[in-house]
C-alpha cells in the first residue's frame, strides 16, 4: 500500500470494517511508517484500496480526528498530527499466540527496536536490482539439487571477507550457508551432539541462545561478564569440566564488553586441554562503534576448537534469514554430511545476490556508511537520555538505561509497546537461576534522530509512571 499503509481487512472478524482501519493508522503511526505530517489518502482513495465503503474509511478518519490523532484541511488534506495523542497500538494480528518472550521478535519496524538494521539507510533499489537479477538466474538454472552447503559463489566471498575484517582464514570448503544465526547454531548442535553436557552461557547473555541449548539436551551453567566480557578464569574454576562455551566475544550480547586478549587465550587453552568446543557468535562481526573491531575469535585458534558463527541479519537484513558458519578442519566432513541429509542453505537467488553485493564493493561501502550513521544516533540517544537524568552506557548496538530495584522492566517494556515503542527489558537476559537486574535496553539503529526527542520523551514518561 502506498502512504505508508498497510492495512489488512477481515471481514470475519468481531470488530467493524472502521475499527480495523483505524487501528491499522494508528499502527502506523506507531510503528514510525507515518511521521507526524504524513499525508494519508483520502478516505474515497482508501476506500478503492481497501473495497470498503466511502463511509466506512470516512468513520475511521473521524473517529482518529476525534483522537487528535490526525487533522484534516481543505487546503494540506488529511495528515497525520505533529503530537499524535492516541498512540496506543493493538498488538499485530496473531501475535496472541506467541509466548511473550518471543513477542519482541513481531514488533517492528519501532523505536529502539534492537536485533535489526536501519532499513532507512540501505541501498534498497541497488539490493532490489541484484535480487531480481539472482531469480532469474535461479529460474535459468538447470534443474538440479542445489549444493546445501551453499552457494560457491556466496562462500568464496564471506571467505575473502572473513580474512580482510575478521582476522579469520578459511577455506570456502570450511562455510557452510544457513538459515540465519538460529540455523547456524541448530546445525552446530546438531554435529556435535553433546546431550548431557554443560555448556558455559554468558550471564546475562541472549535468552533465546540459552534456550537453544536446553531445547538441544544441554545443561547451560552461568558465567558471569565485566568489562572484559566473560569471566574464563571463573568458568575453568567453577565448571572445567563443561563440554562448550558459547560467547559472544567481539561485544558481548547484551552489555557490549569486548573480550580481553588474556582471556581468549585462556579460552582456547581450556578447550584444548579437556577437548570442548567454543562456538563463537560474532553477531556483530566488524560493527564496533567506537574504535576497531577486534578480530574474531577463530582467528586466534591454533587447536582447531572454535566454531565461529555470523549472519547478515544486523548488517543487511534479517529478513534475508542468511547466516554461515566456520568449521574447524576436523569438522568439516561431519558437517558436510549433515547437510547433505538435513538441508540447510536457504534458496540459490538470495545467495548469488549477497554475494554479487558483496563481490562489487557495495557491503564494505554499506558497513562504513552506517558504522557513521549508528555512532551519531548513539550518541543522539545518550544526549537525549542523560538530559533528562539517566545515565546511559553504549554496549554494541545498544544503549542501557538502568532502573531501580523493584521497577518490573518486563512490564515496562511491554506497556513500551502499545505507544509504538521497543525497548528490551535488561532482566530478560539474565539466567533464571541468577538475581536479575532491571533496566532497558534501547536500539540504536532504529533510533531515528527525527523523532527521537519525542520518543524519548514518551519513555521517560513511562519509566516515571512505573517507577512510582
Known amino acids: 500500500m502506498t502512504h505508508g499503509l498497510n492495512i489488512r481487512i477481515d471481514r470475519s472478524a468481531a470488530s467493524t470494517l472502521a475499527e480495523q482501519i483505524r487501528l491499522g493508522v494508528l499502527s502506523a503511526i506507531g510503528s514510525g511508517a507515518l511521521a507526524p505530517g504524513a499525508k494519508l489518502p483520502s478516505w474515497r482513495a482508501l476506500a478503492a484500496q481497501l473495497g470498503v465503503a466511502r463511509g466506512t474509511v470516512k468513520a475511521a478518519y473521524e473517529r482518529l480526528a476525534d483522537e487528535q490523532v490526525i487533522t484534516s ?103 557452510f550457508v544457513t538459515a540465519g544465526f538460529a540455523g547456524a547454531l541448530e546445525l552446530t548442535l546438531r554435529v556435535l551432539r553433546l546431550e548431557g553436557g554443560a555448556a558455559w552461557m554468558e550471564n546475562p547473555g541472549f535468552f533465546q541462545t540459552r534456550r537453544a541449548l536446553e531445547l538441544a539436551q544441554l545443561v547451560p551453567v552461568d558465567v558471569p561478564v565485566d568489562d572484559d566480557g566473560m569471566d574464563v578464569g571463573y568458568g575453568v574454576e567453577t565448571f ?19 573480550l580481553s586478549l588474556s582471556r581468549r587465550v585462556a579460552l582456547i ?91 562489487e564493493g557495495h557491503y564494505m561501502r554499506h558497513l562504513r556508511s552506517m558504522k557513521r550513521v549508528y555512532a551519531a544516533r548513539g550518541e543522539a540517544l545518550r544526549s537525549n537520555l542523560e538530559n533528562k537524568g539517566y545515565q546511559v552506557s553504549i554496549g554494541g548496538l545498544a544503549a542501557l538505561v538502568r532502573l531501580g530495584a523493584g521497577v518490573s522492566d518486563v512490564a515496562l517494556a511491554k506497556e513500551a509497546r502499545t505507544w509504538g515503542l521497543a525497548p528490551e527489558p535488561l532482566s530478560a537476559w ?27 520523551d514518551r519513555l521517560h514518561r513511562l519509566i516515571v509512571e512505573f517507577s512510582g
Not at 572445567?240 to 569486548?258: D, F, H, R
Not at 537486574?437 to 531515528?448: C, V
Request: aromatic letters at 6%; hydrophobic letters at 45%; glycine letters at 10%.
Open 73 to 175: 484541511t481543505r487546503p494540506g488534506g488529511t495528515r497525520v498530527a505533529e503530537h499524535p495523542g492516541a498512540l496506543r497500538v493493538a498488538p499485530p494480528n496473531g501475535s496472541d499466540d506467541v509466548p511473550e518472550l518471543y513477542q519482541h521478535l513481531f514488533v517492528g519496524p519501532a523505536m529502539f527496536q534492537m536485533g535489526v538494521p536501519a532499513s532507512d539507510c540501505f541501498p534498497a533499489s541497488l539490493f532490489a536490482r541484484l535480487r531480481a537479477n539472482a531469480a532469474r538466474r535461479e529460474v535459468a538454472m538447470p534443474a538440479a539439487y542445489p549444493d546445501p552447503r551453499g552457494e560457491l559463489e556466496l562462500r568464496r566471498e564471506i571467505a575473502a571477507h572473513l580474512a580482510i575484517a575478521r582476522g579469520v582464514a578459511c577455506r570456502p570448503s570450511q562455510l
Open 269 to 359: 587453552e581450556w578447550a584444548a586441554r579437556t577437548g570442548a568446543w567454543i562456538v563463537e557468535d560474532d553477531y556483530l562481526g566488524e560493527l564496533q562503534l567506537r574504535r576497531r573491531a577486534a578480530p574474531a575469535l577463530a582467528g586466534l585458534d591454533g587447536h582447531g576448537r572454535v566454531i565461529h558463527i555470523g549472519s547478515f541479519s544486523k548488517t543487511i537484513s534479517p529478513t534475508l534469514r542468511l547466516g554461515f558458519i566456520v568449521a574447524p578442519s576436523e569438522l568439516t566432513d561431519r558437517f558436510t554430511e549433515a547437510v547433505m541429509c538435513l538441508g540447510s542453505a536457504p534458496g540459490p537467488a538470495v545467495q548469488l545476490a549477497t554475494a554479487r553485493f558483496m563481490g
Open 430 to 456: 539474565f539466567s533464571p537461576a541468577s538475581a536479575r537486574q532491571p533496566g532497558l535496553l534501547l536500539g540504536i539503529a532504529t533510533a531515528d534522530e527525527a523523532r527521537l526527542p519525542g520518543a524519548c
Open 240 to 258: 572445567p569440566n563443561a563440554v562448550l562455551a558459547l560467547v559472544t566475544p567481539g561485544q558481548q550480547a547484551p552489555l557490549g564488553g569486548t
